[in-house]
């Protein structure tokens, strides 16, 4: 019986899950292999990264959903999701991004529609629908943390969660809100091992009338890929590891950002109880049972830290 790498689903014979579909378009009914191979698509992403607004280092493709075709097909222009072909260095990328976004997802931080399809050759290829883009794919003003504080790709690790927590009170139009969600992504992000959260994996965006935090992207345990010592991408008290409750909670949260013990307390609860859905989720997973084993095991020292 196969599972929806879209939902994790059971779906019988079929390939994907009719709510795996319907996240997609609620129109699709079937959805044929995406038509190029890993290596196919590494090519063209090489050949599209010239053309491309999305920012990042990892190869990606602009696609959009040919409901009529049941497919997606690459395009330079007004895509409406993105791909990421699975990496020829590092292993497992698709399938620990896409749980890790799930777990994110589990503790109510906001993700895009994203999941996995399955590519021409049977790999797995990470899919997600593009957020800055509404209605008629109409562009939505968004920047990103590096553009918001004058810095580039080359020094976009130059900064800090202080400074972080500064760009939201200058420019968000609810910066405690806003705040509150950093905090949370900030803790999360510590606590999956996700030490990669550099300024270009922050950004604001206008919608409703709001500049706010746009959804989370680029979701990694990132420290069983790379065997990292650092626990954060841009030190917090000076510091990228060796953290304890206390930096997040008693520095970050209430003396630099102002949050009340009130709301910070519902949010370390919030994270704590997530933590047996988090393991259910990840041995549900598409992860290898290795790479399963060594994402639960920095869960599990992380959370020893924060949680006693």
Avoid at 15 to 39: E, I, V
Avoid at 217 to 223: A, G, I, M, Q
Wanted: net charge positive.
């Amino acid at each position: 019986m196969n599972r929806c790498p879209i939902t994790f689903e059971s779906c019988g014979e079929r390939r994907y899950s009719k709510r795996g579909l319907s996240l997609l378009s609620p129109r699709l009914q079937n959805l044929q292999d995406f038509p190029y191979t890993r290596a196919e698509q590494l090519e063209q992403a090489s050949l599209q990264a010239a053309k491309m607004s999305i920012q990042g280092v990892q190869p990606k493709l602009s696609v959009k959903l040919n409901v009529a075709r049941e497919q997606f097909e690459i395009v330079d222009q007004k895509g409406t999701f993105i791909i990421k072909p699975p990496h020829l260095i590092y292993p497992e990328l698709v399938e620990n991004e896409d749980v890790s976004m799930r777990l994110a997802a589990a503790v109510d931080i906001e993700v895009p529609v994203h999941g996995m399809i399955y590519s021409s050759d049977g790999s797995l290829t990470y899919l997600i629908r593009r957020f800055d883009r509404s209605g008629r794919n109409k562009k939505l003003a968004m920047e990103d943390f590096a553009q918001l504080s004058g810095h580039n790709r080359d020094t976009k690790y130059n900064s800090s969660m202080e400074q972080v927590a500064l760009i939201i009170e200058q420019f968000c139009t609810f910066p405690v809100v806003e705040k509150r969600k950093l905090f949370r992504r900030t803790l999360f992000s510590f606590l999956i091992g996700n030490e990669d959260m550099h300024l270009k994996n922050f950004s604001l965006i206008r919608r409703d009338g709001k500049i706010e935090l746009t959804p989370a992207y680029d979701l990694l345990n990132s420290t069983i890929v790379l065997r990292a010592n650092d626990e954060l991408a841009l030190p917090l008290m000076g510091k990228k590891s060796g953290f304890r409750k206390e930096h997040f909670v008693d520095y970050f949260a209430r003396e630099r950002m102002g949050l009340l013990p009130s709301v910070v307390a519902e949010e370390i609860e919030r994270l704590e109880r997530a933590q047996p859905a988090w393991e259910s989720i990840l041995r549900q997973s598409f992860l290898s049972e290795m790479m399963k084993d060594k994402y639960l095991r920095v869960v599990s020292e992380r959370s020893r830290r924060i949680f006693g």
